[in-house]
């Protein structure tokens, strides 16, 4: 079945959305997992609260870099992993437990403008050595 305009104009935007957002988190996080003592290099983008979260997915709060075997028991151990968040990142947990409660609704455009503005930002600095 053929899709319609709209709906591949949203997808493409949103793979955008992904792929910045992704590049963001690792940035943030050194290309590590964020797991203490891991050395793996096989480094996923991760979310805190699931995609279902539409107002969330995108949120740089929300997203974690972390290996594909921590990646893994982050999804099968979802009590142990909450705890491990809460407990390493307890402002962000806060944050994340409100905003999920607000079920806001996000422009996907202004923010991809956002993001790309911030990425262009980013690459200037590193191009000025700053």
Excluded at 86 to 112: C, F, G, H, S
Aim: proline residues 1%.
């Amino acid at each position: 079945m053929k899709r319609s305009k709209k709906a591949r104009q949203k997808e493409y935007l949103e793979l955008e959305l992904d792929a910045l957002a992704r590049i963001r988190c690792f940035e943030r996080d050194g290309y590590k997992c964020v797991v203490a003592g891991c050395n793996r290099t096989n480094i996923q983008w991760c979310h805190v609260e699931s995609r279902i979260y539409k107002s969330l997915q995108w949120d740089f709060d929300n997203n974690l870099t972390m290996c594909a075997g921590h990646h893994l028991w982050w999804h099968k151990n979802l009590r142990e992993s909450g705890q491990w968040f809460a407990a390493t990142y307890p402002e962000r947990d806060a944050y994340l437990t409100i905003r999920k409660r607000m079920k806001t609704k996000i422009d996907r455009k202004e923010l991809l403008v956002a993001l790309r503005a911030e990425r262009n930002d980013r690459e200037f600095l590193v191009q000025e050595g700053l």
